[in-house]
């Protein structure tokens, strides 16, 4: 069976890499360039609910191409839709709803889509519509030519993992944590430190995963935040398995021993309250800080909204070799992942 997986926009490898260590099958590709979905084809199993890089798993029903992106593109769609057999899908179900989601220069909108296709499946099936009690969802998507027609299986997104007791201002997706982590490339018996932890995403997911493979450090200049990391952690029953202090990330020395971390993995602040030259100054201690407390080839791996700062600061720190950068999108903001090695 083939089903659409929904994920951040530039981790779809993640995706890939996970799906192919806990569900097995295949990884088709991605639906649509950097629009975070991709499509694999599995045995519908439980493993599937249990992945940490994936929003929403739907399964997919069929899909056909249009011709035209115009109104004719519309009609196209009631046309091909109403010839499909949808029957073994909606058998038993009284009502239901379309949702749709549409990319690419249409001269129609997802509106549009879900008034054309809900008409085809009243008429055919005789389904009453209902947006609110509707017993299926039937979802379909329009990306540029392609029409995906998909039922979802799960409600809420997985990425709402984590009972939260307290959420930081700039809280990061557990999905982009767990993508954060690959990059990392963790190992059990690895030390791994966020240092401007917030509202504790991080260390929550890998606490999570991890439990006490790994030793799990964490911190934030603020004692509110630390505070609350600690709420969240208890919340989940994490607390056991991570150490989080209040801390200043560019004296890191001050609080861990030199040469005592394999990873430090962070989001670090944007700067939306500070001015441009003091982020600057907070990234340039950040990192020759980090670099006392790493130990050889240890890696760090930072998100930031500020990547050309970033990326000039960790060219000329010396020390440090950068091996990867990625953008990946995040409530329509485009932060950049950056992956730098200590070296020897
Ligand atoms: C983008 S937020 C982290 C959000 C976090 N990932 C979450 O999911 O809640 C960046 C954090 O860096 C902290 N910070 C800023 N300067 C710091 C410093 N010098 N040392 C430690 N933490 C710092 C801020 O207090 C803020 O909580």
Redesign the pocket.
């Known amino acids: 069976m083939r089903f659409v997986l929904t994920c951040d926009p530039g981790f779809e490898d993640v995706v890939e890499k996970e799906v192919m260590e806990k569900v097995g099958g295949k990884f088709l590709g991605k639906l649509a360039n950097f629009q975070g979905k991709v499509i694999i084809e599995a045995k519908p199993s439980k493993a599937l609910l249990t992945l940490r890089s994936v929003h929403h798993v739907a399964k997919l029903v069929a899909s056909f191409q249009i011709e035209h992106e115009d109104e004719r593109g519309l009609e196209e769609i009631g046309e091909k839709l109403g010839k499909l057999n949808l029957s073994p899908w909606l058998k038993g179900k009284k009502s239901f709803r379309i949702s749709s989601q549409r990319i690419g220069p249409h001269r129609f909108t997802s509106i549009d889509v879900q008034r054309v296709a809900g008409k085809v499946v009243q008429e055919k099936y005789g389904l009453k519509v209902d947006l609110k009690h509707f017993q299926l969802n039937l979802k379909v998507d329009v990306f540029g030519k392609e029409v995906f027609v998909g039922i979802p299986i799960t409600s809420k997104s997985l990425a709402k993992r984590f009972k939260l007791r307290f959420i930081?201002p700039?809280?990061?997706k557990p999905t982009i944590a767990y993508g954060l982590i690959r990059m990392a490339e963790v190992r059990e018996g690895d030390t791994v430190l966020d240092?401007?932890?917030?509202?504790?995403?991080?260390l929550l997911e890998l606490a999570d995963i991890f439990r006490d493979k790994v030793k799990i450090l964490g911190?934030?200049?603020?004692p509110k935040?630390v505070k609350g990391t600690i709420l969240n952690a208890k919340a989940n029953l994490l607390s056991k398995y991570m150490k989080v202090v209040v801390?200043?990330?560019?004296h890191l020395t001050s609080f861990f021993p030199q040469s005592s971390v394999d990873k430090i993995i962070t989001?670090?602040?944007?700067g939306v309250r500070m001015k441009r030259r003091n982020l600057k100054e907070?990234y340039m201690k950040f990192l020759g800080s980090s670099y006392e407390v790493l130990r050889s080839n240890g890696r760090i791996v930072a998100l930031t909204l500020r990547a050309n700062s970033f990326r000039s600061l960790a060219l000329n720190a010396g020390g440090f070799k950068l091996v990867g950068e990625r953008v990946i999108e995040s409530g329509g903001l485009y932060p950049h992942v950056f992956i730098l090695e200590k070296l020897i």
């Open positions: 930081h700039a809280a990061l240092p401007m932890c917030g509202g504790g995403t991080i911190g934030d200049i603020n935040f801390l200043d990330a560019t989001d670090l602040p944007y907070l």
